[in-house]
């Protein structure tokens, strides 16, 4: 597999910086290229989904992972142009613990024509029992003549 050149590392980060909910939720990115992202959020209470227990609300933890995979699939060596999502299919394992970042780490794995595919795991300081894990569909378009 070809190495991510620094332009498509650019404009990869560009693109995860240029989203508002991207800012609105504090997302800042750990590590991108060659297919892979890692996206944290820090704990903010104004995200917190029940007050009882202090958990981050689920809306929060998947776009987090959605965001995190459109990553993976920006910085594949093949090169998209765009992404969206098509299907992200989610499964909660637990709550993240109150007052700790969660992290997204995604994987483009596959990637045919038209649709990249991403699995993507969200973990709080706990790495080794994931909160959420998903797998994905994304649209792939290439630059022309790609």
Known sequence: MPLLDPA???FARQFIEALPHAAALGFQ???IGEGRARISMP?????IGDPLTGVI???AVSALMDTASGAAVMCHPVGPVSTATLDLR???MRPATPGQRITAAAECYHVTRSVAFVRVTATDEDADRPVATATGAFTFDREAGG
Not at 43 to 47: E, G, T, V
């Open 8 to 10: 498509s590392k650019t």
């Open 57 to 59: 609300a689920g809306g």
């Open 90 to 92: 989610m499964d909660y």
């Open 29 to 31: 990115l750990e590590d």
């Open 43 to 47: 704990y903010d209470p104004r995200l």
